[in-house]
């Protein structure tokens, strides 16, 4: 069964960054993001974040934002995935 | 697609001239647009003007004001209120002559009542503010200086806060929070013109299929 959660980030991933269709199943786990990319910038990354609540059904509070969730693909799917609790 | 001016009704009861981005051939369905805001406003911008190219070919003149401090307006944004706002587009419709009217998004929150209304994608004022106070928890973030969303908030319902370099007034953030688009509106929802919605985007960027959706769509519905 595919991995819903890593599904629904790469989708987002590929709305928010504006990537071609299938080139965010390249990412891995050290893919960097946040720091990475000149595009992500607070205002996208709080628009990554709020879409991510909403598409994951999911609430992120401020205090849980760190660098190191937002730095790499990984980094991201393994918080999601905890938020999930999957 | 011209500039124009319109007069737009300041609240001492004079008027000030804001910009317009206009298609006007004296059609019989004149449509106001009333953009998305802030930063969703400039990803957009581009995405709105060609939905005006493609409505002007199905014969509809469109009509694209500012919002009194936003975009080309001089007045200053910190001294804006909704109530201003819902006034100004009111005033802008009325000038134009306007039969039917497109929110965009935020948009939504201040589309005239009186004349048929669609709205695409429309957003309440409490999930534009959260992101944006969350943009600005971030990048206080990033800069060392930690910043607690409750503390923002309270501060802005004082004095007014600074969000993603948007000056915004207390009164405006006070009253934007609670602004929800109007029911009955006629909506246009992103699953309708399929793929993501370009307001999602970290950077502005264009997609003449949704485009040419949106004005479909709208051409058979301002029909009605």
Known sequence: MPDQTDLLLRRILTDVLGLKPGQA???DADTGLFGHLPELDSMAVAGLLTELEDRLDI????????????????????????KRGS | MLPASWPCPLPDGQASKEFALCR???RQ???LIV??????????????????????????????PDLPGCNESVRPLHEQTPAIWIESMAAAA?????????????????????????????????????????????????????????????????????????????????????LTPAPEADVIDQTEIGGSGLWLRAEPDENPAQAECLATILTRRIRQ
């Open chain 2, 35 to 64: 953009p998305a805001l802030f930063d969703e406003g400039n990803k957009l911008r581009r995405f709105t003007v060609e939905v005006m190219r493609r409505l002007d070919a199905a014969g509809i003149d469109t009509f694209l």
């Open chain 2, 29 to 31: 369905r004149r449509l």
């Open chain 1, 25 to 27: 199943d390249t990412f």
């Open chain 1, 59 to 82: 609430i992120i509070e401020d205090d849980e934002i760190e660098g190191e969730m937002l730095e790499t693909y990984g980094g991201l799917r393994s918080f999601v995935e905890a």
């Open chain 2, 94 to 178: 009325r000038h134009f002559g306007a039969t039917h009217v497109l929110a965009i998004r935020g948009g939504s929150l201040f589309a005239p009542r009186f004349l048929p209304v669609v709205h695409y994608a429309p957003v309440k004022g409490a999930a534009i503010l959260r992101q944006m106070l969350r943009a600005r928890v971030l990048a206080s973030r990033e800069s060392g200086n930690e910043e607690n969303r409750d503390t923002l908030v309270e501060q802005a319902m004082a004095h007014g806060i600074t969000l993603a370099g948007y000056p915004l007034g207390a009164e405006f953030f006070r009253n934007f929070d609670v």
């Open chain 2, 24 to 26: 006007d051939t004296s």
